[in-house]
């Protein structure tokens, strides 16, 4: 079994920085893919930003240039910088990870519990 735990969230005024991160644990073989989700209300959860073991970078067109991600393969952490907040980028955010467990020849994803994220204007 595999848990995610993020940590970071909060109020913060438009144009503000906050920074996410979440760790991994557990019966962890290797992870694949880290990525952050959003979801505001009313609306389906989207992918924020995704980073490989690698360290190949996506970012969904609205955060690009705001948000970083990045990861600590070792501790199997990620992390997302979020720079010049909007009132839009409010959303609970959730930390999502596609992870080989010992023992196991597939990956599966585990989601975080999400943190709370809001921006006022």
């Known amino acids: 079994q595999v848990q995610l735990v993020e940590s970071g969230g909060g109020l913060v005024q438009t144009g503000g920085s906050l920074r996410l991160s979440c760790a991994a644990s557990g019966s962890i073989f290797s992870i694949n893919a880290m990525g952050w989700y959003r979801q505001a209300p009313g609306k389906q959860r989207e992918l924020v930003a995704s980073?490989?073991?690698?360290?190949?970078?996506h970012y969904t067109d609205s955060v690009k240039g705001r948000f970083t991600i990045s990861r600590d393969n070792a501790k199997n952490t990620v992390s997302l910088q979020m720079n010049s907040l909007k009132p839009e980028d409010t959303a609970v955010y959730y930390c999502n990870a596609i992870v080989r467990e010992l023992g196991y020849s597939g990956d599966y994803e585990y989601w975080g519990q999400g943190t709370q994220v809001t921006v006022s204007s």
């Open positions: 980073i490989t073991s690698g360290g190949s970078t």
